[in-house]
């Protein structure tokens, strides 16, 4: 079964157009536009995420910490269009799968959701 792709990602095109790439391979889709408004449902255990790391109010990297947290091992990929080592490093700390820069290597990306089985 194919996890259930969540998106959050604050640049409303950025986000339709990968939700439109993942609809496209077949994966059923939420996406959100801050990680206020995602943490409000946390994800189920088929759920991938991929979080973008500069969002309004709380990062991509504090909603994951705080998953990581409650002990929601939920898989998840970072993504930043201005990446720095100290995000690099904390991406690692907080288990996530990979961190792509902007603009995300789609072909990359499937292969990493691939790698946990789906």
């Given at each position: 079964?194919?996890?259930?792709?969540?998106?959050?990602?604050?640049?409303?095109?950025?986000?339709?157009?990968?939700?439109?790439v993942m609809e496209a391979y077949g994966y059923q889709v939420k996406?959100?536009?801050?990680?206020?408004?995602?943490?409000?449902?946390?994800?189920?255990?088929?759920?991938?995420?991929?979080?973008?790391?500069?969002?309004?109010?709380?990062?991509?990297l504090a909603a994951l910490q705080q998953l990581r947290a409650l002990?929601?091992?939920?898989?998840?990929?970072?993504?930043?269009?201005?990446?720095?080592?100290?995000?690099?490093?904390?991406?690692?700390?907080?288990?996530?799968?990979?961190?792509?820069?902007?603009?995300?290597?789609?072909?990359?990306?499937?292969?990493?959701?691939?790698?946990?089985?789906?």
């Amino acid at each position: 079964m194919k996890p259930t792709i969540i998106i959050v990602e604050d640049e409303r095109a950025a986000r339709h157009s990968l939700r439109m790439v993942m609809e496209a391979y077949g994966y059923q889709v939420k996406d959100y536009a801050t990680a206020e408004e995602f943490l409000r449902e946390p994800p189920g255990a088929s759920s991938f995420l991929i979080l973008d790391v500069n969002l309004p109010g709380a990062s991509g990297l504090a909603a994951l910490q705080q998953l990581r947290a409650l002990g929601i091992p939920v898989p998840a990929v970072l993504v930043s269009g201005r990446a720095t080592n100290e995000m690099r490093a904390e991406v690692g700390r907080l288990d996530a799968l990979a961190f792509f820069e902007k603009p995300i290597d789609i072909n990359a990306l499937l292969d990493v959701i691939a790698s946990i089985g789906a």
